[in-house]
């Protein structure tokens, strides 16, 4: 593969982990973020959700819920999300603080306003390299079924990009072709680093 991929979603690492498993697993090189200020899971009612800090590893989320309600979060979906989680990193990062991480040359985010917040980051960095990065925001519902075919869908126009030879030159075609293929509309912007 030759582009480096990030996937980023809001504060619950269910999307962008989603894909991020299934892209990893075909070979990809990709990386997952959360833009949030915490990590945010669904806990006994809406207003009283589960809050890890980023950087608290998916073992111990894991662990606390289990303890917590271990039939409620393995109901909901939460425990098995953890659980794949464990097995593609330690532990969620936050996008605004990996610049460290590298330049990406595909970011895929999962809602719009999360595209937004990607793209004043990047606009706000210091844009020394001059290095173009495609960003794209595929709408998906936060639910676990969603998710997985968001990452279905995310890896489809993964493999579309990295079959040309520069997606700068084909991006506008590959974007058309998607959109007739899923009938899905993508809101997609470039950037630098």
């Known amino acids: 593969m030759k582009f480096r991929y ?11 982990m989603e894909a991020h498993s299934l892209l990893k697993k075909q070979g990809f090189d990709v990386s997952s973020y959360g833009t949030g200020a915490h990590v945010k899971l669904p806990g006994p009612s809406l207003r009283e959700p589960n809050v ?8 111990h989320m894991f662990d606390d819920l289990r303890r917590k309600d271990p ?7 939460i425990l098995p999300m953890l659980k794949r989680n464990l097995s593609v990193k330690l532990a969620p990062q936050r996008w605004q603080d990996n610049a460290a991480d590298g ?8 809602e719009e306003k999360v595209f937004d917040m990607v793209l004043e980051d990047l606009h706000n960095r210091d844009q020394v390299l001059l290095k173009s ?8 519902k936060d639910n676990h ?7 279905r869908i995310a890896l489809d126009l993964c493999e579309q ?6 997606w700068e030159d084909s991006i506008d075609d590959i974007m058309v072709s998607f959109e ?8 997609y912007s470039i950037s630098f680093y």
Do not use: W
Not at 6 to 16: D, F, G, P
Not at 133 to 140: A, D
Not at 145 to 151: F, L, P, S, V
């Open 180 to 187: 007739n293929k899923h009938r899905r509309k993508l809101l």
């Open 103 to 110: 330049c990406f040359d595909i970011v895929f985010t999962f």
């Open 145 to 151: 079924e969603e998710a997985a075919i968001g990452a």
């Open 161 to 166: 990009i990295e079959a040309v030879e520069s």
């Open 133 to 140: 990065v495609l960003v794209i925001n595929l709408e998906v």
């Open 52 to 59: 890890y800090e980023f950087g608290t590893p998916y073992k």
């Open 71 to 77: 039939e409620l979060y393995k109901r909901n979906g």
């Open 6 to 16: 990030a996937m980023v979603c809001s504060s619950n690492q269910n999307r962008s």
